[in-house]
Structure formats: C-alpha cells, structure tokens
C-alpha cells in the first residue's frame, strides 16, 4: 500500500478565474496566474502577491490567517512538495513580492500608483527591454477592478487613468490585448 502511494501521481487541478485553491496543500503554477491575499477587519482584501507559472504558492508559511489563494486566470497547478531550498526561495519571493507591493501602495498620487504596479506586472511577468515593458492584462485576466483592487484605488479610477495614459502616450497600445510602457514614462516614478 505504501508503494502505491509513494507512485501516485500529484493532484492537477485547471481552476477557473475566481476559483480558490485549498490553502492546506503547496501548488506549483503550471500555466496561468495567482493572487494571494487576506483581510483587514473592515473585510478589504489585501493583496499579498501575484504568482505565474514557475512560481509555487501556499498559505504554510504566513503568519496571517486566513490566506487566500485565488486564480486571477484560467490556471493549471499541480500538487507540490517542497524541499528545504524550495522553501527558502519562496520565502524570499514572498518577502520581495510584499516589499514591491507595499512600495507602489505608498505613493500617495493615484497616477503614479497605477502606474507603478503596472511597471510591476510588466517586469514581473511581461516582455522586459531597454526601451520598456510589454504586459498583457488579458493574458492575466487583469480588469480595471482587479487592477483597482491591487493598488487601493477605484475601478472608475483605474478606467479614467488608462485612458488618459494611452492618450499621453505614457501608455502605448501595441495590439488589441498587449501594451507598452516606456521606459521614459517611469522616470518619475524612478527619481
């Protein structure tokens, strides 16, 4: 019997947008696109981190409760067991994806908030070069509310500045689902 289980196969799972995976176990992002979050005592989500594929996520090791490990897009995942070095990694990712997060919700000017955790997305998760950052919010399912909700800030909000940054320029529509920022548009946010 031990023989048996020691064999089986990890538990896959294709989750849809919204869905919430069971915090008891370690899942390693095959494809798609996680959020961790957790509540204040007013019941606002927090936002903890966003994860893509390569990335594992768990609520094991943070010191809040609950966690939530909710699908931002159609994801796959599989059952993971981690190594000590795992872990270590992990913890480290986490710690740097709370900083980040942290950082951009700090700025007090709602359009370089925004567009601080867009540059985020883009280096974390979309095409990086010399001259920007390529990102796909539709790739990520990422709507002006999720958006709104990651940066403390209103869907009507979000939906205003967008549009105001691809009129400037700040923000450039490279196909119908893809944008780029510029590097140049940043420089404020790097001063």
Known sequence: MTTALATQAPLRLTLQPNDVLPETLNWQIQDGYIRTSTWDEEGES?????????????????????????????VVVEQFNPTEADVEQLLLKQIKNLEEIF???????????????????GRRFGQVSTRGYRLSLKEMNLTH??????????RVTVTKMLNRYKGDGVLQQVSKDDLFIPTAALDPLLA
């Open 46 to 74: 927090i936002t903890l981190g966003v994860w893509g594929p390569g990335d594992w996520v768990t609520a094991a090791y943070s010191a809040l409760k609950p966690v939530e490990i909710q699908c931002i897009s159609t």
């Open 103 to 121: 950082r951009f919700n700090r700025i007090r000017s709602a359009d370089q908030r925004l567009l601080a955790l867009l540059a985020w997305i």
């Open 145 to 154: 509310k999720s958006l709104a909700d990651l940066c403390g800030l209103t």
